[in-house]
């Protein structure tokens, strides 16, 4: 290439820089800054724009091969200009070609449903993907006043996005106090293994040991860290009774004081809510499938979520967790424990069944066995179901950090 056309190439992007800053400029609203260079056009950076309305400007750029090169690049990156900023307007999302990519999402995780692994497995991809995972000091509080409400939704709308907050709490309306509605993910499992595990967990812990345990609930009294599930079931103990029971459906249904109380209305919500509001809800016991979903659904997020979830070396974290001393409630137990549930379950089946039906639209095999009986007409073995990982509620998340730097 003759030393002008190379000349000519780089005033070629110049030009294209140019123009980038103009495109910059305008969209800031600072308007066009006026050269410094008196309005004399020269072939260096501005002479096209100067061209467009001032055709003699145009002639020395004329017959330089670098500078059409520079001309096609510009014309380009016009064009992706335009293509970005008016081709949505004029013509609504192009067709489901690229999935859009919500830079706001919530993961307002259940309790004892996974989301240890899975928070675990976010650390790892922020930093892969380069997104905000903002997570909360805050393990024990699930609902909120109005204002405590608003203050955390205007505290999230702040993060940098593309954020993923993720904190044990009640659906938050984010429209309701004029936020844009982020996307919501959660992940639930059967309603009497998350009771289960809870139970156990909130006595003895997991493989920390007992030991950390007893430091963390020192307040726990004797009797009832040896209180006997089927007692505290029989015997219609708080922990094993409505309201206490009640458990999933509030993170879906939301802040309203009736969104706590056991019952249709709830119920009905908190459905809608999944509906209108939640991209995902998986399913614990599918956990593998939720991922890929969610690597499907939310690639800026989740891509390659499940070879760093299967990874040997990644493996071995989540698999620290085992819940301790459990003991498998009677038959009658576990049949009472049903019907106080009732209404989990109902939940937990539609979800489950949406969970299935997207599977299978995204050509999943889903292991889906005939309707599942009402729990009133099968004694059932909730322990024998496979348990991944089990996550706690209420700790401090530093041991996770710590685990992730070695
Ligand atoms: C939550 O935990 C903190 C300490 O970690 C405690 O001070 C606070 O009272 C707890 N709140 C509830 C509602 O249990
Ligand atoms: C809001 O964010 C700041 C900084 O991240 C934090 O210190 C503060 O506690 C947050 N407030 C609430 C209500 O979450
Ligand atoms: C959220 O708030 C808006 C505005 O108040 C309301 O129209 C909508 O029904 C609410 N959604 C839920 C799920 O509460
Ligand atoms: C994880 O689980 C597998 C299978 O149960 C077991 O072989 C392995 O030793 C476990 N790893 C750790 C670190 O506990």
């Known amino acids: 290439m003759a030393q002008g056309e190379i000349l000519g190439l780089l005033q070629g992007l110049i030009i294209c820089w140019k123009m980038l800053e103009m495109h910059v400029i305008n969209t800031f609203g600072e308007g066009f800054r006026e050269d410094s260079n008196g309005g004399q ?45 008016t081709y949505l307007d004029d013509h609504g999302p ?63 709308s702040t993060a940098e996005q593309p954020y993923l907050f993720t904190r044990h709490v009640h659906f ?10 982020p996307v919501y993910i959660n992940i639930i499992r059967d ?76 119920l009905e919500r908190a459905k809608l809510n999944v509906n209108e509001n939640f991209l995902l809800v998986g399913i614990l016991e599918e956990l593998e499938d939720v991922l890929l979903l969610l690597e499907r659904f939310l690639p800026h997020y989740f891509k ?19 819940t301790v001393k459990k003991t498998v409630p009677s038959p009658e137990a576990i049949q009472i424990l049903y019907q106080r549930m009732r209404y989990e379950y109902e939940f937990y089946y539609y979800v489950k069944e949406q969970f299935h039906l997207l599977k299978r639209k995204f050509g ?10 009402r729990p009133e007409f099968f004694i059932p073995s909730p322990l ?15 041991w996770l950090e710590d685990i992730y730097k070695r």
């Open 384 to 398: 024998e179901t496979e348990e991944p990982i089990n996550d706690e509620e209420e700790d401090d998340e530093k």
């Open 41 to 85: 056009p020269m072939c260096v950076g501005q002479c096209v724009f100067y061209a467009s309305w001032d055709r003699d400007a145009l002639i020395p750029c004329i017959g330089n091969v670098g500078n059409y090169i520079g001309w096609l690049l510009f014309i380009s990156i016009l064009l992706v200009f335009v293509g970005n900023s």
């Open 304 to 322: 390659d979520v499940l070879s760093i979830y299967k990874n040997p070396e990644h493996r071995k974290l989540g698999n620290l967790t085992v």
């Open 172 to 181: 938050l309306n984010f429209s309701r106090f004029g936020g844009d509605q």
């Open 364 to 373: 999943l095999k889903s292991h889906i066995r005939k309707p599942s009986p």
């Open 191 to 266: 309603p009497v293994n998350r009771f289960l595990s809870n139970y156990f967990f909130r006595r003895f812990g997991d493989w920390r040991g007992e030991q950390n345990h007893m430091i963390r609930t020192p307040n726990m009294r004797q009797e009832e860290r040896y209180l006997d599930i089927n007692v505290c079931i029989l015997e219609n103990y708080p922990e094993c009774s409505n309201p206490k029971l009640f458990y999933i459906i509030p993170y879906f249904c939301g802040q309203h004081p009736r969104c706590r109380e056991p019952g249709e209305w709830a």
């Open 94 to 156: 192009p067709p489901q070609k690229v999935l859009p990519f919500p830079s706001q999402v919530v993961y307002n995780r259940v309790g004892k449903c996974g989301s240890r692994t899975v928070v675990l497995l976010l650390r790892i991809l922020s930093e892969k993907h380069g997104f905000n995972l903002v997570t909360s000091d805050i393990h024990n509080k699930t609902r909120l006043t109005k204002n405590e409400q608003m203050e955390l939704i205007k505290n999230i």
